[in-house]
């Protein structure tokens, strides 16, 4: 199983820790394409700053975080997961996990990022600011830059098993699995459902997605669940209590639409 997770907008400060080693991080293919994007960020971090917020869409009330991407080579890291915070990682909670739990997260989750393309949770990076919707000057939109290198790199890390998909759209637009990847690969909406004078209304929601997303993939890794494939996956969910409702692809090459439909949003 390989669970795909986006980033969070906040991230923890660095501490007192090494700065990052590159070279020990998950998925040295794409070593050559995030040594490229972060030169570029840390060149434009520190020059105008003016011209960093506008790239990086920050108010002046974070021109902070210019600051911190340009000292990124020299600052402290983290490991990814104690870096990303933020409603999904919250619900998540890796740091109570217990061990068998926390060691299948360690194996299992990938998050994407504007800046490393993708890391475990265990790699231990600098805090950042750089989304995958940025469009840097010299390479362009991130979100496009990454798709050559993470082709090359993202079939070997998907392996055989399940891959669960939680990204949101911008940085799902940086590797889109193919082929037969895709006919395991299955996307989680979240959906809240409500009775409005008598009828049934469902609507997609947005803070709460995050949550329950969260939540989900702390109750496969508490379980010890790692289903083969989606129609395994809508089951262990059931098991778990989820209401799920699947939608198998009408073609081969395609993932799986799976909608989680929650009565209360918390």
């Known amino acids: 199983m390989l669970v795909l997770l986006p980033p969070s907008e906040g991230k923890a400060a660095g501490g007192s820790g090494a700065p990052l080693d590159a070279a020990s991080l998950l998925l040295p293919g794409l070593a050559g394409a995030r040594a490229a994007v972060l030169e570029e960020l840390v060149e434009l971090c520190a020059g105008d700053e003016l011209k960093a917020r506008e790239v990086l869409g920050l108010s002046v009330g974070l021109r902070g975080e210019v600051a911190k991407n340009a000292g990124l080579r020299s600052a402290a890291a ?65 979100g496009a830059y990454w ?64 949550a329950t997303k969260g939540r989900l993939v702390r109750d496969l890794l508490v379980a010890g669940v790692e289903p083969a494939g989606p129609a395994e996956l809508v089951a262990a969910l059931r098991d778990l209590g989820y209401a799920v409702e699947a939608e198998a692809p009408a073609r081969a090459g395609r993932a799986w639409s799976l909608d989680v439909v929650v009565t209360q949003i918390h």
């Not at 999904?88 to 740091?95: F, T």
């Not at 990204?167 to 989680?188: F, H, N």
């Not at 979240?190 to 947005?206: M, N, P």
Request: aromatic share 6%; charged share 20%; glycine share 10%.
């Open 147 to 210: 798709r050559t290198p993470m082709a090359e790199v993202m079939p070997e890390a998907a392996g055989e098993g399940l891959v669960l998909d939680l990204r949101s759209s911008a940085y799902a637009s940086a590797w889109k699995p193919k082929g037969e990847t895709a006919g395991r690969t299955a996307t989680v909406r979240v959906l809240h459902a409500q009775i409005v004078d008598g009828v049934e209304k469902r609507s997609v929601v947005s803070h709460f997605n995050k």
């Open 78 to 142: 983290l490991p990814a997961g104690e870096i990303y915070t933020g409603v999904l990682y919250d619900a998540l909670g890796l740091a109570a996990l217990p061990e068998p739990a926390r060691a299948l997260a360690e194996r299992t989750l990938l998050v994407f990022s504007g800046l490393w393309g993708a890391v475990r949770v265990t790699d231990r990076i600098p805090s950042y600011r750089c989304s995958m919707g940025v469009k840097l000057p010299g390479l362009g939109a991130l």
